[in-house]
């Protein structure tokens, strides 16, 4: 009899543990639910936005909440995040600069994608030093043209003269900008190359007392840089101090070395003649590799400043080292796939940067993209990768308790996503997700609702 009383009782007190654990779990999940009806669906500035968030914890493998999480958001920077992944996963520990092969003094090289080539944020620069050591260097152009274009699809056309549209290309130098800044009155031209009469007509005219009062520009089709000053009617609202402008890669229309402004720029810069091969399929003639940089110094910046080119590069770097050849469209269609073929909801993923309104993810696609990210590259990476609150472009936010939260930011006009990880004051890791779209306020209103809300997430559970 005491035995049938003692498990009688041992059922009931597991009944009552999975009820409490019901329970709580139920509590949570409201509780989540009343602090996101608070600080964001019911805030102003998101009245008549369209909004997802979607917050998973990893442990128990279930969200904790979902508000509209399985619908489609134009995600800007988020997109970054698949970016990311595919580049750890892709490129190694080490990025690929140059593919070469030596033929007695002379060299054949090819390009990679590598955009640090020559960079002003890397100052070790082995494929220059190579370069620069070899006495005859020739180019193999590829008689088919690599399968994207200098803007990816869906960029506006007219942003073409600022810096976070700068053209992809093959083989990037300095960064694919033309630096213009000013030293004592007189406006600096990086590379030399690019100075021309404009720029030495606007020099005479700060000297003769006109000012500072001006911006930099160049024609769509042209590596031709003008200074518009204060007599235009395109005047700046503020003083010039410095500016970076991207240039053409590819001028003239035209596929040739002459129309190759990198062949121009690296000749310049070696001083040297470097001639051109042209072959269908060039890569297999070059087996020899120099590797340029660190992989996760370029993936820090690209994640902390949401640097684009830097994407846009990373991705077409993963296709030429994957498929063999760099072409953005068939690199994306190859990962959704493979590596991302059980995401939630199939996105269409339109570019590396997200600079195009064509991208759309839902909010538990990129929970699913960063437990992946979680569970094969580990939190310690990621940690570095990934900006913090203080850091960044989350420079002025998260910054009374940094290293809680690891995110991505992305905005758009109309556009204010955040998405990555977040430790509670428990210590529990969760993944998180918010997209908004369509909303007319002040990006940074959008942005201290959604603080506000996931601080609070992070000091309740």
């Known amino acids: 009899m005491e035995k049938k009383a003692s498990y009688k009782g041992n059922k009931y007190w597991l009944a009552a543990c999975v009820l409490l654990l019901v329970f709580s779990s139920c ?76 033929m007695n003094e002379e060299i054949n090289i090819l390009g990679t994608g590598d955009p640090t080539f020559l960079h002003g944020d890397f100052k070790n620069q082995l494929v220059f030093e190579f370069l620069k050591k070899s006495k005859k260097v020739n180019y193999l152009l590829d008689a088919i043209p690599s399968g994207f274009s200098p803007l990816g699809n869906g960029w506006a056309w007219n942003d073409y003269p600022n810096e976070y549209a700068v053209e992809r290309s093959e083989m990037p130098i300095y960064g694919n900008v033309v630096k213009f800044y000013i030293e004592g009155d007189t406006v600096t031209v990086a590379p030399r190359y690019f100075y021309n009469h404009s720029i030495q007509w606007l020099n005479r005219t700060i000297k003769n007392g006109v000012g500072l009062w001006f911006r930099i520009t160049r024609p ?55 001639d051109y091969w042209s072959y269908v399929d ?44 760099m072409n953005d469209e068939k690199i994306i269609d190859t990962i959704l796939k493979t590596d991302f073929k059980d995401l939630p909801q199939k996105p269409r993923w339109a570019d590396g940067s997200g600079l195009s309104r064509y991208n759309l993810f839902t909010p538990q696609d990129f929970v699913a993209i960063l437990n992946k990210m979680k569970n094969e590259f580990g939190m310690e990476r990621l940690k570095i990768i990934f900006p913090t609150g203080g850091e960044g472009t989350i420079s002025n936010y998260y ?10 930011t992305g905005t758009l006009s109309g556009v204010v996503a955040f998405s990555g990880y977040l430790y509670t004051k428990k210590g529990k890791l969760l993944i998180f997700s918010t997209l908004v779209n369509n909303h007319q306020a002040i990006a940074a209103e959008i942005r201290k609702a959604i603080e506000k809300f996931l601080q609070r997430v992070r000091s309740e559970f």
Not at 84 to 89: D, E, F, P, Q, S
Not at 246 to 254: D, E
Not at 300 to 323: C, G, I, W
């Open 282 to 325: 060039a890569k297999p003639l070059l087996k020899k590799t120099i590797h340029s940089q660190p992989t996760d110094s370029l993936l820090k910046p690209m994640m902390h400043r949401s640097d684009n080119f830097f994407a846009e590069q990373s991705l077409l770097m993963v296709s030429n080292e994957t498929l063999g050849y």
């Open 27 to 102: 509590s949570v999940q409201q509780q989540i639910a009343k602090s996101a009806k608070a600080e964001v669906l019911n805030n102003a500035a998101l009245q008549t936005a369209h909004v997802g968030i979607s917050i998973y914890d990893p442990a128990a493998n279930k969200y904790l909440y979902n508000y509209q999480g399985d619908k489609y958001f134009v995600p800007a920077s988020n997109t970054k995040i698949p970016t990311c992944y595919a580049a750890m996963k892709y490129l190694g520990d080490s990025l690929v600069g140059l593919r070469y092969e030596k």
């Open 399 to 408: 910054k009374a308790d940094s290293g809680y939260i690891y995110a991505k």
């Open 220 to 274: 769509y089709e042209e590596n031709s840089f003008h200074g518009l000053n204060s007599a235009s009617m395109y005047k700046s609202k503020t003083k010039f101090s410095s500016q970076s402008v991207p240039f053409k890669t590819i001028s003239n229309s035209t596929l040739s070395s002459m129309g190759q402004t990198f062949l121009k720029l690296l000749e310049d810069t070696l001083q040297k003649k470097i």
